[in-house]
């Protein structure tokens, strides 16, 4: 057994670090010496401002568009300050987050973009964002015309380190040591020294010096809670024992961990310190050596600013370190460069795959929890697509996710959303992680899709549902493209595959029906979930049985409508007919909630596609069918009754595929014709 196999497997707490009372301040700089090297002839710096869209003269300027010319001139001076020739903003927290607390939106405050993913460049004479391809629209809409826009994985753009590598020799590039992971930031500093550019670790962030002044918001002051053993299934005891016994195995000392989700699951507490995520700042240390305890178990309390200097004082021979993976970065660099080189060891977060892998009483609430969300969800929808053709009131994007939000509050456990309802009519279905706001509000109406992507909080469970409809009458394109984004989305389902297979596999599946005639989407196809925790979760990236995570397939028509198909699944074991060389995994559905009818073209799919989905429909028919009942809704019983009918293609026992739907009529009139001869 592997030293980093262990680390994968452990799980880790002794010296706690919660709320902050006052900010970090790490003095960490690394001076590099140039090389003297020379620059390419020819420039990797392809993007100009002249590629913005809605930046050119008599474009209408978007609402929600951020001038932030006086911050980037007044961080301009503070670089000045400091001689940087250039200044890294991240997305991140000094917990590598994926969402942060309002007082850490410092990428947001100096670029305007609100998407929880880029990163910001300023420089002495430009400045640049870059993004992925889930906020290509909001981007181009809410940065100012001064801002370069890269467009992640598209050709010609630049990584942050290519366009870094054309400053001129000698140049200084600065950042908060605090807010980039340490891979990141060796790999950076690395390559710029072999082009004569130092990276520099500023102890004051600069954006703070500049915010100050404009109000930056505070963090919040509510105390954490405790998520009792009902719901978490295991004492944090037992779990830091579960850690403290794999540190011993790798002769470990002292286990540091960062993330706030894995914080908050060890020690079976939540906090409310960024909104939708229900964990509170705090860093942990687990060490295997205290000497502060007379218990076998226990938990000291220290400020939290003090774990820079905790570590740098450490006597420790081997302290353990969290590198980088999905929606977490890792130790940042500032945690990572307080441990002496000696002492020591980067490896993945013990707690990342045992939090990930949840146990029986975590999948039983998971379940609970979805079934709870799926009345609230059906409740709703019913209630929408009355109001809506019937036309008496007036419905908009926001009011509809404010509507939502009531009826999922009034189901047993909840505790608030887990992220921002993307409440999407129209042309604002294209963006793909939209969020109304008064100057985007569309009303909901008869004339185009509606997508809707919601989540909830329960004690029991995290919850992540799409779900995409039309209240009039859709064109072919649209039931076409929603077909295929379905038929993704059910072979995806139900896929049966070998233990070990990875999730980059498997993903073409959801795509290939959109491949056939030319589509796709710019997201990923899913990503981990958490139980009471975030609703984006890292996991492994081979399946494992007891992993939760989310199939959403998609497509968006820039400037038209948005299709996403959202369902949380949960990786279990399946029993085949042979065993080659591993056992089989294979998917079950968590979310129900129907799918839309009349958006299926059912001459696009196959008779096993038509399968799963009355196999589906019908569990969703039995389970939330008993729950509404359970709760004295009728009405909406009635409703899924409707929206659960099983699909003809496979009532009449045919197989169908694109290519056969005249044959498929044709046969479906034979049927009819000797139905009528027999009887």
Request: aromatic residues 10%.
């Amino acid at each position: 057994m592997t030293f980093r196999y262990i680390w994968l497997y452990a799980v880790a707490v002794v010296v706690v670090i919660p709320y902050p009372t006052e900010t970090c301040v790490v003095p960490m700089t690394s001076q590099l010496s140039p090389r003297g090297q020379e620059r390419s002839a020819e420039s990797l710096v392809k993007v100009t401002l002249a590629d913005r869209e809605k930046c050119q003269p008599g474009d209408m300027v978007p609402a929600v568009r951020v001038n932030t010319t006086l911050r980037v001139a007044n961080l301009r001076e503070e670089m000045n300050n400091y001689n940087l020739t250039a200044y890294i903003i991240p997305s991140g927290d000094e917990h590598q987050s994926e969402y942060v607390a309002k007082a850490d939106e410092r990428r947001k405050y100096i670029s305007g973009f609100s998407g929880s993913s880029g990163l910001a460049l300023v420089t002495l004479s430009a400045q640049a964002l870059w993004t992925d391809g889930r906020y290509f629209l909001q981007a181009e809409d809410e940065l100012d015309c001064a801002w370069m826009l890269m467009k992640e994985g598209m050709e010609g753009v630049p990584t942050v380190l290519e366009w870094l590598k054309e400053l001129p020799m000698g140049a200084t590039v600065g950042a908060d040591p605090r807010l980039i992971g340490a891979q990141t930031w060796l790999s950076y500093a690395e390559e710029l020294e072999g082009m004569g550019i130092d990276m520099l670790g500023i102890d004051t962030n600069l954006v703070d010096l500049i915010w100050e002044e404009d109000g930056r918001p505070p963090y919040v002051q509510d105390p954490v809670f405790v998520h009792e053993m009902a719901f978490a299934g295991k004492s944090w005891q037992d779990k830091v024992a579960d850690v403290r016994g794999e540190m011993s195995a790798a002769e470990a000392d002292i286990l540091v961990l960062t993330a706030l989700d894995e914080v908050a699951w060890l020690l079976n507490l939540r906090g409310s310190d960024i909104p939708f995520n229900p964990v509170f700042r705090a860093y942990v240390a687990i060490s295997t050596t205290s000497t502060e305890c007379s218990e076998q178990q226990c938990v000291t309390i220290h400020d939290y600013a003090s774990i820079l200097d905790y570590l740098q004082d450490s006597p420790a021979q081997k302290i353990v370190v969290p590198g980088s993976y999905a929606y977490s970065g890792g130790a940042s660099y500032a945690v990572y460069s307080a441990v002496k080189e000696s002492a020591r060891v980067a490896s993945t977060s013990p707690v990342l795959l045992t939090k990930a892998r949840k146990n029986e009483v975590e999948i039983a609430g998971m379940k609970n929890a979805h079934v709870k969300d799926a009345v609230a969800l059906c409740d709703f929808l019913r209630f929408l697509e009355k109001e809506i053709t019937d036309g008496a009131n007036v419905w908009t994007e926001i009011s509809a996710a404010t509507e939502l939000q009531s009826y999922r509050a009034a189901q047993q456990d909840f505790m608030g959303l887990s992220f921002a309802s993307i409440s999407a009519y129209g042309s604002n279905g294209a963006v793909i992680h939209y969020e109304p706001t008064d100057a985007t509000d569309k009303a909901l109406g008869t004339g185009s899709l509606f997508l809707l992507d919601s989540g909830g909080q329960y004690k029991d469970g995290t919850t992540d549902v799409t779900r995409t409809m039309h209240y009039g009458q859709p064109t072919d394109a649209q039931i076409e493209e929603y077909t295929r984004v379905l038929a993704g989305h059910v072979d995806l389902a139900s896929v049966v595959f070998p233990e070990g297979t990875t999730d980059t596999r498997l993903d073409v599946l959801a795509r290939r029906h959109l491949y056939e005639i030319g589509l796709d989407y710019r997201h990923g196809t899913g990503h981990g979930i958490g139980m009471f925790l975030g609703v984006h979760e890292s996991l492994s990236p081979a399946y494992e049985p007891g992993y939760f995570d989310s199939n959403e397939p998609g497509f968006y028509k820039d400037d038209a409508y948005g299709i996403r198909l959202e369902n949380i699944m949960l990786t279990v074991t399946k029993t085949t007919p042979y065993t080659f060389d591993k056992p089989s995994l294979g998917f079950e559905p968590v979310t129900l909630v129907p799918f839309e009818a009349k958006l299926i073209n059912q001459t696009l799919l196959s008779r096993k596609q038509c399968d799963w989905l009355n196999n589906y429909h019908a569990t969703v028919l039995q389970v939330i069918g008993d729950e509404l009942h359970a709760q004295g809704k009728q009405e909406t019983h009635d409703w899924l009754v409707e929206k659960t009918r099983p699909l003809c293609v496979a009532s009449l026992g045919l197989s169908a595929s694109s290519s056969s739907s005249k044959c498929l009529v044709v046969l479906a009139l034979l049927v009819v014709l000797r139905n009528q001869i027999l009887f």
